[in-house]
């Protein structure tokens, strides 16, 4: 389920984000969430559907025709590719007709992620299986 950071999820989010090799100290992750306190640049939290708990957060770029995802942290035990999909279905979903974007780094997962849902769509079987 994807929902809205808020400051009350500011430690789970720390949490998350500290999976990341460039955010490993405090002061890193602090820019990086207060960075997202816009529309513009939006942070969002992935709940598990198996358990009452936040498992991945992303950051995005919302632009006029596109949705830039800057970062995407998953707990080590939920990097599994469904769960990963999942969430980005929930963001093209909710941003559409936008087109859903990476950076340098995240572009090969959107690439895979698009590969799938294409693969998912001629098979018959709905985006988000």
């Known amino acids: 389920m994807l929902v809205r950071y808020r400051d009350d999820y500011q430690k789970i989010v720390l949490g998350l984000l500290s999976f990341s090799p460039d955010l490993n100290n405090y002061d890193r992750l602090r820019e990086e ?5 816009s529309d513009a640049h939006p942070l ?3 709940k598990s559907p198996y358990a009452d708990q936040f498992v991945g957060v992303a950051v995005l770029e919302v632009g006029k025709e596109y949705v830039l995802l800057r970062r995407l942290s998953f ?3 939920e990097r599994s590719g469904k769960n ?3 969430f980005l279905s929930a ?12 950076t340098l780094a995240t572009q090969p997962l959107i690439t895979n992620w698009e590969r799938s849902r294409d693969l998912r769509i001629k098979r018959g079987g709905a985006a988000d299986d």
Not at 33 to 37: A, F, K
């Open 33 to 37: 969430i207060d960075w997202n306190q």
């Open 44 to 46: 969002y939290l992935w």
């Open 75 to 77: 707990t080590p035990s």
């Open 84 to 86: 990963v999909y999942q």
């Open 91 to 102: 963001i093209a979903d909710k941003y559409a007709p936008k087109r859903l974007m990476g």
